[in-house]
Protein backbone atom coordinates (compact mmCIF):
# COMPACT_ATOMS: atom_id res chain seq x y z
CA UNK A 1 0.00 0.00 0.00
CA UNK A 2 0.99 3.73 -0.95
CA UNK A 3 2.29 6.04 2.46
CA UNK A 4 3.56 9.18 2.69
CA UNK A 5 6.46 10.46 5.10
CA UNK A 6 6.95 14.04 5.81
CA UNK A 7 9.29 13.98 8.80
CA UNK A 8 9.22 16.82 9.99
CA UNK A 9 6.24 17.85 12.46
CA UNK A 10 7.27 21.61 12.68
CA UNK A 11 9.78 24.21 10.96
CA UNK A 12 10.80 27.79 11.62
CA UNK A 13 11.83 29.68 9.03
CA UNK A 14 12.30 33.37 9.11
CA UNK A 15 10.28 35.92 6.89
CA UNK A 16 12.39 36.15 3.54
CA UNK A 17 14.29 33.44 4.24
CA UNK A 18 14.29 29.82 1.92
CA UNK A 19 11.88 26.78 2.48
CA UNK A 20 12.44 23.25 2.01
CA UNK A 21 9.92 21.08 3.38
CA UNK A 22 10.30 17.45 3.22
CA UNK A 23 8.33 14.47 1.35
CA UNK A 24 8.86 10.54 0.64
CA UNK A 25 6.65 7.58 -0.48
CA UNK A 26 6.57 4.80 -0.86
CA UNK A 27 4.63 3.26 -3.86
CA UNK A 28 5.88 0.95 -6.10
CA UNK A 29 4.48 2.45 -9.56
CA UNK A 30 4.67 5.83 -11.07
CA UNK A 31 2.83 8.13 -8.24
CA UNK A 32 0.70 11.02 -8.31
CA UNK A 33 2.04 13.61 -5.97
CA UNK A 34 0.07 17.09 -4.16
CA UNK A 35 0.99 19.37 -1.87
CA UNK A 36 -2.03 20.52 -0.05
CA UNK A 37 -1.33 23.70 2.21
CA UNK A 38 -4.31 24.50 5.51
CA UNK A 39 -4.71 27.47 6.98
CA UNK A 40 -6.24 27.02 10.72
CA UNK A 41 -9.69 26.22 10.90
CA UNK A 42 -9.87 26.21 6.76
CA UNK A 43 -10.38 23.22 4.01
CA UNK A 44 -6.79 22.36 1.78
CA UNK A 45 -5.56 24.13 -0.58
CA UNK A 46 -3.63 22.76 -4.16
CA UNK A 47 -0.34 23.70 -4.16
CA UNK A 48 0.94 21.83 -6.82
CA UNK A 49 0.65 18.05 -8.79
CA UNK A 50 3.29 15.99 -10.29
CA UNK A 51 1.78 13.26 -12.60
CA UNK A 52 4.18 13.14 -15.07
CA UNK A 53 6.61 14.81 -17.03
CA UNK A 54 9.26 17.86 -16.13
CA UNK A 55 10.52 16.82 -12.52
CA UNK A 56 10.30 20.09 -11.23
CA UNK A 57 6.82 21.55 -11.23
CA UNK A 58 6.23 24.86 -10.42
CA UNK A 59 2.69 25.91 -8.37
CA UNK A 60 0.98 28.95 -6.48
CA UNK A 61 2.26 31.26 -4.43
CA UNK A 62 5.60 31.18 -5.88
CA UNK A 63 5.96 27.33 -4.50
CA UNK A 64 7.96 24.61 -6.19
CA UNK A 65 9.10 20.74 -5.81
CA UNK A 66 11.02 18.26 -7.56
CA UNK A 67 10.23 14.54 -8.03
CA UNK A 68 13.27 12.58 -7.70
CA UNK A 69 12.19 8.53 -8.44
CA UNK A 70 15.53 7.34 -6.77
CA UNK A 71 15.17 9.07 -3.45
CA UNK A 72 11.45 8.45 -3.13
CA UNK A 73 10.92 12.20 -2.32
CA UNK A 74 9.13 14.97 -3.37
CA UNK A 75 10.16 17.89 -1.29
CA UNK A 76 8.52 21.37 -1.77
CA UNK A 77 10.60 24.43 -1.99
CA UNK A 78 9.81 28.38 -1.68
CA UNK A 79 12.67 30.45 -2.17
CA UNK A 80 11.62 33.79 0.24
CA UNK A 81 8.93 33.00 2.70
CA UNK A 82 6.70 35.28 3.63
CA UNK A 83 4.25 35.69 7.09
CA UNK A 84 1.55 34.87 5.15
CA UNK A 85 2.57 31.15 4.45
CA UNK A 86 2.68 29.76 7.94
CA UNK A 87 0.66 26.98 7.86
CA UNK A 88 0.15 23.45 7.91
CA UNK A 89 1.25 21.63 4.74
CA UNK A 90 0.50 18.09 3.54
CA UNK A 91 2.15 16.28 0.77
CA UNK A 92 -0.37 13.15 -0.62
CA UNK A 93 0.27 10.36 -2.89
CA UNK A 94 -2.71 8.96 -4.87
CA UNK A 95 -2.65 5.40 -6.63
CA UNK A 96 -3.06 4.25 -10.24
CA UNK A 97 -6.55 3.23 -10.90
CA UNK A 98 -7.77 3.68 -7.27
CA UNK A 99 -9.32 7.35 -5.82
CA UNK A 100 -7.73 7.13 -2.83
CA UNK A 101 -5.42 10.32 -1.77
CA UNK A 102 -3.20 9.36 0.88
CA UNK A 103 -1.79 11.92 3.30
CA UNK A 104 1.65 12.69 5.15
CA UNK A 105 1.13 13.54 8.25
CA UNK A 106 1.91 17.31 7.93
CA UNK A 107 4.25 19.77 8.48
CA UNK A 108 3.29 23.07 10.58
CA UNK A 109 5.01 26.05 9.17
CA UNK A 110 5.66 29.01 11.36
CA UNK A 111 7.37 32.05 10.20
CA UNK A 112 9.33 34.48 12.40
CA UNK A 113 9.50 38.37 12.01
CA UNK B 1 -13.92 28.80 -10.86
CA UNK B 2 -12.81 25.51 -8.49
CA UNK B 3 -15.21 25.98 -5.40
CA UNK B 4 -16.45 23.69 -3.02
CA UNK B 5 -19.18 24.91 -0.67
CA UNK B 6 -20.30 23.00 2.53
CA UNK B 7 -22.64 24.26 4.89
CA UNK B 8 -23.11 24.71 7.68
CA UNK B 9 -19.39 25.75 9.09
CA UNK B 10 -19.77 24.47 12.34
CA UNK B 11 -22.31 22.03 13.90
CA UNK B 12 -22.78 20.99 17.53
CA UNK B 13 -25.54 18.14 18.16
CA UNK B 14 -26.19 15.46 20.84
CA UNK B 15 -25.39 12.37 21.05
CA UNK B 16 -29.47 11.36 20.07
CA UNK B 17 -29.42 14.20 17.20
CA UNK B 18 -29.90 13.90 13.46
CA UNK B 19 -28.16 16.13 11.31
CA UNK B 20 -26.54 16.61 7.93
CA UNK B 21 -23.95 18.02 6.22
CA UNK B 22 -24.08 19.06 2.92
CA UNK B 23 -21.36 19.89 -0.39
CA UNK B 24 -22.03 21.45 -3.46
CA UNK B 25 -19.74 21.77 -6.81
CA UNK B 26 -20.43 23.37 -10.01
CA UNK B 27 -17.53 22.36 -11.80
CA UNK B 28 -19.24 19.37 -13.51
CA UNK B 29 -17.09 17.01 -11.36
CA UNK B 30 -18.55 13.48 -11.43
CA UNK B 31 -16.43 12.25 -8.19
CA UNK B 32 -17.05 13.25 -4.78
CA UNK B 33 -15.57 12.86 -1.65
CA UNK B 34 -15.67 13.14 2.14
CA UNK B 35 -12.85 13.38 4.65
CA UNK B 36 -12.41 13.58 8.03
CA UNK B 37 -10.05 15.10 10.04
CA UNK B 38 -9.28 15.20 13.55
CA UNK B 39 -6.98 18.17 14.97
CA UNK B 40 -3.75 18.09 14.63
CA UNK B 41 -3.86 14.78 11.96
CA UNK B 42 -4.22 14.54 8.33
CA UNK B 43 -7.42 14.13 6.57
CA UNK B 44 -8.71 10.14 6.33
CA UNK B 45 -10.90 9.23 3.08
CA UNK B 46 -14.66 7.97 4.92
CA UNK B 47 -16.65 7.71 1.45
CA UNK B 48 -16.25 8.58 -2.27
CA UNK B 49 -18.97 8.72 -5.07
CA UNK B 50 -18.24 8.54 -8.62
CA UNK B 51 -21.45 9.02 -11.02
CA UNK B 52 -23.53 9.25 -8.06
CA UNK B 53 -22.92 5.63 -7.18
CA UNK B 54 -20.93 4.81 -4.00
CA UNK B 55 -17.60 3.24 -4.93
CA UNK B 56 -15.35 3.62 -1.38
CA UNK B 57 -16.64 3.09 1.82
CA UNK B 58 -13.35 3.04 4.62
CA UNK B 59 -15.30 1.12 7.02
CA UNK B 60 -17.67 3.83 8.47
CA UNK B 61 -19.41 3.00 11.26
CA UNK B 62 -23.46 2.89 10.01
CA UNK B 63 -24.23 5.97 12.01
CA UNK B 64 -22.59 8.07 9.25
CA UNK B 65 -24.38 7.73 6.62
CA UNK B 66 -23.70 9.09 2.74
CA UNK B 67 -26.27 10.32 0.05
CA UNK B 68 -25.47 11.88 -3.48
CA UNK B 69 -28.77 13.29 -4.99
CA UNK B 70 -27.21 14.14 -8.03
CA UNK B 71 -23.83 15.06 -9.47
CA UNK B 72 -23.75 18.14 -7.81
CA UNK B 73 -24.37 17.37 -4.26
CA UNK B 74 -23.67 15.18 -1.61
CA UNK B 75 -24.70 15.03 2.05
CA UNK B 76 -23.79 13.09 5.14
CA UNK B 77 -26.58 12.14 7.59
CA UNK B 78 -25.52 11.98 11.04
CA UNK B 79 -27.30 10.12 13.87
CA UNK B 80 -26.26 8.65 17.18
CA UNK B 81 -22.91 10.56 17.30
CA UNK B 82 -20.24 10.17 19.68
CA UNK B 83 -18.05 12.55 20.89
CA UNK B 84 -15.34 10.99 19.26
CA UNK B 85 -16.61 11.71 16.31
CA UNK B 86 -16.07 15.42 17.13
CA UNK B 87 -13.72 16.49 14.23
CA UNK B 88 -13.53 18.58 10.86
CA UNK B 89 -15.50 17.02 7.98
CA UNK B 90 -14.09 17.52 4.78
CA UNK B 91 -15.64 17.21 1.19
CA UNK B 92 -13.51 17.46 -2.20
CA UNK B 93 -14.62 16.85 -5.80
CA UNK B 94 -12.75 15.53 -8.83
CA UNK B 95 -13.49 15.70 -12.53
CA UNK B 96 -14.34 11.56 -12.75
CA UNK B 97 -12.01 9.98 -9.81
CA UNK B 98 -9.26 8.79 -11.46
CA UNK B 99 -6.41 9.93 -10.18
CA UNK B 100 -7.41 13.70 -10.93
CA UNK B 101 -6.47 16.69 -8.98
CA UNK B 102 -9.00 16.70 -5.52
CA UNK B 103 -10.35 20.19 -5.10
CA UNK B 104 -11.72 20.73 -1.36
CA UNK B 105 -13.91 22.99 0.40
CA UNK B 106 -13.50 24.37 3.84
CA UNK B 107 -15.30 22.11 5.69
CA UNK B 108 -17.37 21.57 8.53
CA UNK B 109 -16.62 21.63 12.10
CA UNK B 110 -18.71 19.41 14.37
CA UNK B 111 -18.82 18.70 17.82
CA UNK B 112 -20.40 16.04 19.37
CA UNK B 113 -21.70 16.71 22.95
Known amino acids: AQ ?22 YSYGATPYLFWYVQSPGQGLQLLLKYFSGDTLVQ ?19 KPS ?4 DAAEYFC ?7 QKLVFGTGTRLLVSP | DTEVTQTPKHLVMG ?22 QKAKKPPELMFV ?10 SVPS ?8 SSLLNLHLHALQPEDSALYLCASSQSGQQETQYFGPGT ?5
Open chain 1, 59 to 77: GIKGFEAEFKRSQSSFNLR
Open chain 2, 109 to 113: RLLVL
Open chain 1, 3 to 24: SVTQPDIHITVSEGASLELRCN
Open chain 2, 15 to 36: MTNKKSLKCEQHMGHRAMYWYK
Open chain 2, 63 to 70: RFSPECPN
Open chain 1, 81 to 84: VHWS
Open chain 1, 92 to 98: AVASVGF
Open chain 2, 49 to 58: YSYEKLSINE
